[in-house]
């Protein structure tokens, strides 16, 4: 690309275009890759001779390959004896879970044991994608099998340049999808292939049609097209296998996804008493039974964590009721937080399975992380993910600019200084403490009475002067902000719920005593501050991470 007479847009996407054309997916810019989704299996790209012909070969002398890149790395951490990281951006759909596979692959090739009975840790590390897919991945608009969550996989090396080790980290999996999804969406992919397990499961897990259940109904999409979910089903029980996942772990996993849907279909009514709410019907209590069994807690008490609330007053600890809508908003809470649980639960044990090596003095770490974001309703995902690529995009600043041009200046080169936008003020925007939009969200948060259009009323207050921020014109509680990928315009209407990621005391209380250790072990009794007072929200994880 640098080689191009003249460098502007178009210019740009026509060699990207007229090498697409051909089969070439792959275009260095400098010493970024840009890779263009094929949409189709090419053989020549991933085949061992490929990777024969990349290992060792100096940078820019073959063809653009993300092998390349791989190879580069990998000399570059066993000369400089530093470990090093790669970036795998772009939008949803764009091709970065295919590219870190075949990153995965070709460092394994590199570093990879020869086999000594058993599986090597990057056979495990590729084997654990399929169980990792079937609990974080889903159908979206772009992409029918969108990974909802970020990962860092980083692979361990010895002195000697094998592999070592190695383990994957798991960056906030889209919680809201669990309970919340838009045509024609679908949830996360194992309720579906539940769903369509064999017989003698659905008995056990008192399942039925996919359609049945309100977490899979909200969309009119259940099934995609060329992906069997029965036969999903049994991949993903055999990739369990494969990864050391036990017989009685996988029941308990699918009884946990099961309990999921059934408590998504305990639906309320008003109580007798002003502000108090019933399970709805015989339905609704059949899946209330049909939870608390597969939890293995006690249904009363099931009952009561979802219609009734504990506050702490100066007098004492008060019981009171709460209507249909709160406890729904509980249900829906304490379903999103089982399936997160179990997802950190599965990522752990993956781990456990693959090992790592704690003394390896390098890594190589592949980042597979959601790219910008921007579509015609954008709510508080969007900005999570916006603001980690915004992050990104400050990092490749501060290196590809900031850092170079001041070593030009130290170094007294004659140069011409190269204009860049600087996005640290969006940072600023949504990042600083006190003041920017994070900071009060989680302030908006902490008060039970504060609205979506309060806390609207206070972006609109106080960046009113900011030229990154802007309110548009019809609306009472959205907000636009200036990304350095372009205007984003975000709904505000679910940002505190989303942003709520207090575990209820009552529902901890009532997981951690279940008969079901598996269970009760995903909800260990929590010290004080991690409970209801805890000032932990989701936007704030985001920023620590
Ligand atoms: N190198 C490739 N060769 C063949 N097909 C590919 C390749 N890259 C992507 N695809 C196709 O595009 C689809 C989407 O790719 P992928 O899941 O990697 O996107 P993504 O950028 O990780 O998306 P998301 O952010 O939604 O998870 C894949 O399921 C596959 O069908």
């Known amino acids: 690309m640098t080689r191009l007479s003249y460098l502007h847009e178009p210019g740009v996407l026509d060699n990207l275009a007229v090498r697409y054309a051909k089969n070439i997916i792959y275009t260095y810019t400098g ?6 989704n094929p949409f189709q299996r090419l053989p020549h790209i991933a085949e061992p001779s490929t990777m024969e012909k990349y290992k060792g070969a100096n940078f820019g002398e073959l063809d653009p390959h993300v092998f390349a890149l791989a190879d580069v790395s990998y000399r570059q951490m066993m000369n400089e004896e530093k470990s090093n990281s790669i970036l795998v951006s772009g939008e949803s759909g764009a091709g970065k879970t295919e590219t870190t596979k075949l990153l995965m692959r070709y460092l394994a090739f590199l570093g990879g044991r020869s086999k000594t009975g058993g599986r090597t840790v990057e056979q495990q590390v590729l084997e654990s994608n399929p169980v990792l897919e079937a609990f974080g991945n889903a159908k979206t608009v772009r992409n029918n099998n969108s990974s909802r969550f970020g990962k860092f996989v980083e692979i361990h090396f010895d002195k000697s340049g094998k592999i070592s080790g190695a383990a994957i980290r798991t960056y906030l999996l889209e919680r809201s999808r669990v309970c919340q999804i838009n045509s024609p969406e679908r949830n ?16 056990r897990y008192k399942l039925g049609d996919p359609s049945s259940f309100h977490y899979l109904n909200q969309s009119s999409c259940i099934k995609v097209d060329g992906m069997s979910d029965a036969e999903e089903y049994l991949a993903t029980r055999s990739a369990m296998n494969t990864v050391g996942i036990t017989e009685q772990e996988q029941e308990a996993t699918f009884r946990v996804v099961a309990a999921v849907l059934h408590l998504g279909n305990i639906n309320f009514v008003k109580g007798r008493d002003a502000d108090s709410s019933v399970v709805k019907d015989e339905k609704a209590k059949f899946h209330l039974n049909a939870a608390a069994e597969l939890l293995m807690c006690d249904r009363e008490k099931l009952e009561n964590a979802l219609i009734k609330r504990k506050i702490n007053t100066p007098e004492g600890v008060i019981t009171t009721t709460v209507d249909p809508n709160s406890a729904t908003v509980s249900r829906d809470g304490l379903a999103k937080q089982i399936y997160c649980r179990l997802f950190d639960w599965l990522v752990n044990r993956l781990n456990a399975s693959i090992g790592q090596d704690a003394q390896s003095a390098r890594l190589i770490g592949v980042l597979d992380i959601y790219g910008f974001e921007s579509f015609k309703t954008n709510s508080f995902e969007q900005l999570c993910i916006n603001f980690t690529n915004e992050k990104l995009q400050q990092h490749f600043n501060q290196n590809v600019f900031k850092m170079e041009q001041e070593e030009y200046n130290r170094e007294q080169i004659d140069w011409s200084y190269i204009e860049f936008v600087d996005n640290q003020d969006v940072l600023d925007l949504i990042e600083r403490k006190p003041g920017g939009i994070i900071a009060l969200l989680d302030e ?30 019809l609306s009472r509680t959205a907000f636009t902000i200036q990304h350095y990928a372009g205007e984003v315009t975000y709904q505000s209407d679910h940002f505190l ?12 209380e009532l997981l951690n005593a279940s008969k079901c250790s598996f269970v009760s072990g995903l909800f260990p009794s929590a010290p004080e501050e991690n409970t209801k007072s805890s000032k932990s929200s989701i936007a704030n994880r985001f920023k620590v991470h």
């Open 31 to 36: 010493n970024i890759l840009i890779a263009i």
């Open 188 to 203: 996360y992919h194992c309720f579906y292939f539940l769903c369509s397990a064999p017989s003698e499961d659905i008995k």
């Open 444 to 473: 908006a948060c902490m008060f039970p009475k504060c609205t979506h259009e309060s806390f609207s009323q206070k972006l609109y207050e106080k960046f009113k002067n900011n030229k990154r921020f802007s309110k548009p014109k």
């Open 497 to 508: 719920d989303k942003n709520r990621d207090y575990v209820v005391v009552e529902h901890e």
